[in-house]
């Protein structure tokens, strides 16, 4: 009697055990797909976030226009820049000037990173590279530049130089 008593609690613990062990995988499983929700939600959150991101971009037009209106600069002086460079040639320069002068002073002396030339007298011409090879008036790139040439070189570029104005005139420009 005592050992079917026995049997009969240890057959209802082993059930109770068995649906307790159930009972429990359904909190695992609904825990996994509360954890899933969750998962989800986020990745929902950062696909909201990135594109909601161009958006909040745009929402300073001011930025936006002044980043605009720097680049349109940029290009305008770009654009200045080339076409000075690339100024075709109105009249014909001496070989020393083209080489020595032009990349600086442009192809006719219209100045470009180093001043305009023309209109600039012989003398003007002749004492500014003199002063710039003797060091009397300072500047690197002309003394570097000059420390290399004679003086029949200075005398003569002065001379062609100071003529650029009259042929600019004669070509129209
Ligand atoms: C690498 C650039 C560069 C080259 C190449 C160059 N120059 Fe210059 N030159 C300058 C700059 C910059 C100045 C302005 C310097 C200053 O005023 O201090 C200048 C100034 C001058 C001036 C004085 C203009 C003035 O109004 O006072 C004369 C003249 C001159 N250059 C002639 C020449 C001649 C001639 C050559 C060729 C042998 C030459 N330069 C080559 C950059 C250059």
Redesign the pocket.
């Known amino acids: 009697m005592i050992r079917h008593l026995i049997a009969a609690i240890a057959t209802a613990l082993a059930l109770w055990a068995f649906w307790f062990m159930a009972q429990q995988d359904r909190k695992a499983e609904r825990f996994q797909h509360i954890q899933a929700l969750i998962q989800k939600t986020q990745m929902e959150k950062v696909h909201v976030s990135n594109t909601v991101q161009p958006i909040s971009k745009s929402e300073s037009p001011n930025a936006r226009k002044s980043v605009k209106k720097e680049e349109d600069e940029a290009a305008k002086k770009l654009k200045a820049l080339r076409e000075r460079a690339g100024n075709v040639m109105a009249f014909k320069v001496s070989p020393?000037?083209k080489q020595?002068?032009?990349?600086?002073?442009g192809v006719n002396g219209e100045g470009i990173?180093?001043?305009?030339?023309v209109g600039?007298s012989e003398e003007?011409?002749?004492q500014?590279?003199v002063d710039?090879k003797s060091g009397k008036?300072?500047?690197y790139?002309?003394y570097g530049?000059?420390s290399k040439?004679d003086d029949q070189?200075?005398k003569d570029?002065?001379k062609e130089?100071s003529t650029f104005a009259a042929k600019a005139k004669a070509a129209g420009n």
């Open positions: 020393l000037y020595k002068c032009s990349s600086c002073h990173i180093g001043p305009k030339l600039l003007k011409i002749y500014a590279l710039f008036r300072k500047n790139v002309m530049l000059l040439m070189q200075l570029l002065s130089i």
